[in-house]
C-alpha cells in the first residue's frame, strides 16, 4: 500500500493514475473541499485529512508500506511540520521507504526562500530518521507550465521576468511520478538524493518559442527585469509582511538557474531505465491546439 500526500496536485494525481494502472494498491491523503472524485474512480482509497493536525497523519500511514510526499503549501505548516509529522508516523508505523519530493537548489542556502529552507529541514531529518529514504530534487514540473500554455494559447504573450539566458531542465511530471513510484524498489535509489531534470537544459527564452511552435503564432515576450519584481514585492511587504516573505521563494526561482548536468540527467535514465521526454513532447500531449 502506498500513502500519497498531495494527491491532488499536478505530482500526486499523476502518481496515483500511475499506481492504479499498474494495479497498486494506494490512499490518496485529499482535503475535503479538493477535486478528489477521478482519484476515487480509478480505485484509490481515499483518506479525507488535515496535514497540519497530527492525529490524521497518524491514521493515514497506518497500514502503508511506502509513503510519498509531494504535497506542498505554507512553508511551515505543510512543507516542513506536516512532513516532520509524516516521517515520525511512518517510521512508528513501520512503512518500509520514504520518498520525498524536494527541489533542486534546496542545498544552496536561499535563506529568503521559505520553501527552500523548509524542505532541506526536512530532508536533513529524513536522513537521520533512521527510515528507507529517496529524495528527489526536480528542476521543476512541466504540468506548472501548463496553465501558461493555455493562456498563451489564447492571447500570444508570454511573461518572463528576469533574465531570460537563464537555465532550466524542467522535469516531465509523468517522468517525475514514475521515478518517485519505482525509487521504493530499487535499491540503488535507496538512502539517495537525486538530482532530477528533464531531457535537455533550456534557457528561459526557449519556453515561449516551444508555446510558439505548438500553437503556430509568434510569441510576444513581455521582460520586465528583476528589480520589477522586487518593487512590486517590497511593496507587499508595506502592507503584508508575511506576503512579502512568500514572495521570497519565487524571487530564488526567479532569480537563480536550476538544471541538471548532463551526467545527472544521465544517471537518472540509468538507474531508472527510461528516457526522458522533453518538454515540448510534455506540452504537445497535454495542451489543447
Do not use: W
Request: proline share 3%; net charge neutral.
Amino acid at each position: 500500500m502506498f500513502l500519497v500526500t498531495g494527491a491532488t496536485g499536478g505530482l500526486g494525481r499523476r502518481i496515483v493514475r500511475l499506481l492504479r494502472e499498474r494495479e497498486l494498491a494506494v490512499r490518496s491523503f485529499v482535503r475535503l473541499m479538493s477535486n478528489y472524485a477521478e482519484l476515487e474512480q480509478r480505485g484509490s482509497e481515499i483518506f479525507i485529512g488535515d496535514l497540519s493536525r497530527e492525529r490524521d497523519i497518524q491514521k493515514a500511514v497506518q497500514g502503508a508500506q511506502y509513503v510519498i510526499s509531494a504535497h506542498g503549501g505554507d512553508a511551515e505548516a505543510i512543507n516542513y511540520r506536516a512532513n516532520i509529522d509524516l516521517i515520525d508516523r511512518a517510521k512508528e508505523a513501520g512503512v518500509e521507504h520514504f520518498v520525498f519530493i524536494s527541489v533542486l537548489g534546496v542545498d544552496r542556502g536561499y535563506e529568503d526562500a521559505p520553501v527552500f529552507k523548509a524542505k532541506r529541514e526536512v530532508e536533513k531529518y529524513l536522513e537521520t530518521s533512521g527510515l528507507n529514504y529517496t529524495i528527489l530534487r526536480p528542476a521543476g514540473f512541466a504540468s506548472n507550465l501548463l496553465p501558461l500554455a493555455e493562456q498563451f494559447r489564447r492571447t500570444g504573450i508570454y511573461l518572463l521576468i528576469g533574465d531570460p539566458q537563464s537555465r532550466t531542465s524542467i522535469i516531465s511530471t509523468d517522468d517525475l511520478a514514475k521515478i518517485a513510484i519505482e525509487s521504493v524498489s530499487l535499491d540503488a535509489a535507496r538512502n539517495q538524493v537525486l538530482p532530477v531534470g528533464g531531457a535537455e537544459i533550456l534557457q528561459r527564452q526557449e519556453i515561449p518559442r516551444i508555446f510558439g511552435r505548438i500553437f503556430d503564432r509568434e510569441p510576444i515576450i513581455i521582460n520586465p527585469p528583476l528589480l520589477a519584481f522586487d518593487a512590486t514585492r517590497n511593496l507587499v511587504g508595506l502592507l503584508n509582511s508575511k506576503g512579502q516573505e512568500s514572495l521570497g521563494t519565487l524571487r530564488a526561482l526567479l532569480a537563480n538557474e536550476f538544471f541538471c548536468t548532463p551526467a545527472e540527467t544521465e544517471r537518472i535514465e540509468s538507474l531508472f531505465n527510461l528516457k526522458l521526454e522533453t518538454l515540448e513532447s510534455f506540452l504537445r500531449r497535454y495542451v489543447s491546439v
